[in-house]
């Protein structure tokens, strides 16, 4: 089974701390590098996480708040100091293009390689990357800006091949991904060896969600239901619960109440208000409503 890793890269909010950097997450599956969110510093956290840059093809970001995109000229422009050939593919807001393109011409003139936008609506629910392995699809939210999460949803993989099954029966090389896939196999005189007997089910797929900033919004329940990992906004305690709502943010009991709703298996909170010297207030509060909660830390590794 191949890899399914999260890297937290920065897990605070808008206000800059010594604490934490902005948002940004790098999953990284089956050795594919797909960044959500650049905030200021993204660049030297991926440093820090030894994840190779030629392996990032893939960006997506949420919402055109500073502190989930103001690293990105920063970013394709070390790309381009480092020889980068290969496309950099950018999902968002049609506006980032807009946006970008005037930085790009004047601060990346001449690079070799192509920044490719790929705008959506972020109001709606669609998927805007498709590969062999998996699948990105939107999880619209509920900010002070157009804002949506990201469903990142595994493909589901072939039976395993039992070899010496494969053997026994003198299965023909050129069968096995139809095995792989289900079929059963037929001898030469006739003899139907069903597929139970020549492979093993395959792991089931993983999926993760992502979802930050946004208000609490029971609505995307339905859409993340039972994901493997969750990643909520948290940027208040509840005793601050009305400057959540008035800034559209949520509170760590609320997103606990998601996760224990959408009956998810592990949820990790993040997007600290600056306020908080300690999260452990957050943690404390998630944790009573959904007790498989973890904090979000700079250069965390969750394996799925």
Known sequence: MGNFDIHIL????????????????????????????????????????????????????SHLHGDHCFGLIGLISTFAMTNRTADLHIYSHPELQRL?????????????????????????????????????????????????????????????????????????????????NGEDFVTEDGTVIPNGRLTTPADPPRAYAYCSDTSYLPRIIEQIKGVDLLFHEATFAQTEAARAKETMHSTASQAAQIAKDAEVKRLVIGHYSARYEDESILLEEASAVFPNTTLAQENLKIEL
């Open 10 to 61: 920065g897990c605070g909010s808008a206000l800059p701390t010594t604490r934490h950097l902005a948002t940004s997450q790098v999953l990284n599956i089956r050795e594919k590098l797909f960044m959500i969110d650049c905030g200021e510093g993204t660049q030297i956290q991926l440093r820090r996480s030894r994840l190779k840059f030629s392996r990032l093809n893939h960006i997506f970001i």
């Open 100 to 180: 970008m393109e005037p930085q790009l011409a004047f601060f990346c003139k001449g690079m070799p390689f192509q920044v490719v936008f790929h705008p959506f609506d972020p109001k709606e629910r669609t998927i805007i990357y498709d590969d062999r392995s998996i699948t990105v699809e939107t999880i619209p939210l509920k900010h002070r800006l157009p804002t949506c999460g990201f469903l990142f949803r595994e493909k589901p993989l072939p039976n395993h091949i039992l070899r010496d099954m494969i053997d026994f029966y003198e299965v023909p090389v050129y069968l096995i991904n139809r095995i792989k």
